[in-house]
């Protein structure tokens, strides 16, 4: 292998790996619609499918608001 094939190899190798991370960001756009807004205090969750946004508010109110039955609202994108 000469030194152009190496070179050429490791071209291939960054722009696979710069695409990869690309469809990683748009994946992650395409899932993470969801946003819960605590109804007690100013806390929104980060923005997560919509299972994780409902379990990190829960979540939230099991730490922050214990006895309180979770609610607010949830933010769609
Ligand atoms: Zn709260």
């Not at 190899?9 to 960054?14: D, R, S």
């Not at 205090?41 to 979540?59: G, H, K, N, R, V």
């Amino acid at each position: 292998m000469d030194n152009g094939t190496i070179c050429f190899f490791v071209v291939v190798g960054v722009v696979a790996l710069w695409l990869y991370s690309r469809g990683e960001k748009r994946r992650d756009e395409a899932v993470n619609k969801f946003k819960t807004r605590c109804g007690e205090c100013e806390f929104t969750s980060a923005w997560l499918p919509e299972s994780a946004a409902q379990e990190a508010m829960i979540d939230h109110y099991a730490a922050e608001h214990p006895g309180t039955p979770p609610g607010g609202l949830i933010q769609f994108r």
